[in-house]
């Protein structure tokens, strides 16, 4: 374990980006859409750009950190956040600071400005907490537990891999699947990363998945992979809300690791016109409370099949199946 000689912020420093735009010269900008992100992989792929000859990338970063940073009479003064991106190809260090939310908050928010110039391939973006202790300026007391990947070339935001898919026989399978039989697939949110778990046995089901292009079956694959996605979500968001550290006064906590990055992700769709904290707060009230967490229901799975990008699917799917229609009737 590395040993420093001052006082460090213990507990979870967290960091995401919340949008990202490019600029060419003489154009405007270009708003990335969320399928140039991904929460559970923690990857920009900044390669789904539309405007191929961008110059310049600005992504919007937020933290979170520890609230004892700022609490009065701590160790440290004149907190400082910083969102760094680094790339050791290029040798490119890139720093911007961010700006608390309220005063003396945990929530900090800033933008982050990138030369296309600057970037070969893939860079890493993290965030570090700074301050004075004992006098001395610059301490860096806090950072990010996991960094984000900021990819110039590719269009998918994937480090390896995203949500893990496993094709499986249900029957014969794993036991805890069998008596999932007549499910075309079965999400579990218990791992390392999210899994789906597709059934092999189910009619169709492996031909669909290797179906591509526009034609009626590759329409459907598409749609049924937005579907899998919103499961996804659905199935991490209750997983992460069913398992909260809650401190001392009842407080909840974000959860480590991208079960958090769901949960920022998805609150201002299931809890309206509230802070993130306030947020995290209402949802686990009404959970473990006697009334209110049915109602959340719809709005849980409203965040989930925006963020999976459901209706824009359907929509796509039905406009192409009629398409396909009209052409058979001509």
């Known amino acids: 374990?590395?040993?420093?000689?001052?006082?460090?912020?213990?507990?979870t420093v967290s960091l995401r980006v919340d949008a990202a735009r490019v600029k060419a010269p003489e154009q405007p900008r270009e708003l990335l859409d969320s399928r140039a992100r991904s929460v559970i992989e923690r990857v920009v792929a900044l390669g789904a750009a539309e405007t191929e000859d961008w110059e310049t990338a600005t992504l919007t970063?937020?933290?979170?950190?520890?609230?004892?940073?700022?609490?009065?009479?701590?160790?440290?003064?004149?907190?400082?956040?910083?969102?760094?991106?680094?790339?050791?190809?290029?040798?490119?260090?890139?720093?911007?600071?961010?700006?608390?939310?309220?005063?003396?908050?945990r929530e900090w928010r800033g933008e982050l400005h990138v030369l296309r110039c600057?970037?070969?391939?893939?860079?890493?973006?993290?965030?570090?907490?700074?301050?004075?202790?004992?006098?001395?300026?610059?301490?860096?007391?806090?950072?990010?537990?996991?960094?984000?990947i900021v990819d110039v070339g590719s269009?998918?935001?994937t480090r390896e891999q995203s949500f893990q898919i496993k094709e499986v026989g249900f029957a014969k399978g794993p036991l805890w699947l069998r008596s999932f039989n007549d499910a075309p697939w079965i999400v579990n949110a218990s791992g390392a990363l999210p899994t789906v778990h597709i059934n092999t046995d189910f009619e169709g089901m492996t031909d669909l998945l290797e179906a591509g292009g526009r034609g009626a079956e590759g329409l459907v694959n598409e749609m049924m992979v937005s579907?899998?996605?919103?499961?996804?979500w659905i199935a991490v968001f209750h997983s992460a809300i069913g398992d909260l550290e809650i401190e001392d006064d009842g407080t909840p906590l974000f959860p480590y690791g991208w079960q958090g990055e769901v949960l920022r992700e998805m609150l201002p769709d299931v809890v309206p016109e509230?802070?993130?904290?306030?947020?995290?707060?209402?949802?686990?009230?009404?959970?473990?409370?006697?009334?209110?967490?049915?109602?959340l229901q719809p709005?849980?799975?409203?965040?989930?099949?925006?963020?999976?990008?459901?209706?824009?699917?359907?929509?796509?799917?039905?406009?192409?199946?009629d398409k396909l229609n009209r052409e058979d009737e001509a």
């Open 1 to 11: 374990m590395k040993r420093f000689p001052y006082a460090r912020l213990r507990g």
């Open 61 to 105: 970063v937020s933290a979170t950190i520890p609230s004892k940073a700022t609490e009065t009479g701590g160790p440290w003064s004149e907190v400082a956040v910083f969102a760094v991106l680094t790339e050791r190809s290029t040798n490119t260090r890139v720093t911007s600071r961010l700006a608390p939310e309220a005063e003396g908050g």
């Open 118 to 148: 600057d970037l070969y391939d893939r860079a890493d973006l993290t965030v570090q907490v700074v301050a004075s202790v004992d006098g001395t300026a610059g301490r860096i007391v806090g950072e990010a537990t996991d960094n984000w």
């Open 155 to 157: 269009d998918t935001p």
């Open 227 to 232: 579907q899998m996605a919103a499961d996804v």
């Open 274 to 295: 509230r802070t993130l904290e306030d947020g995290l707060r209402e949802v686990h009230r009404r959970r473990v409370g006697a009334t209110g967490w049915t109602e």
């Open 299 to 321: 709005r849980i799975q409203y965040a989930a099949m925006r963020r999976a990008e459901v209706p824009r699917a359907l929509s796509e799917t039905v406009r192409g199946l």
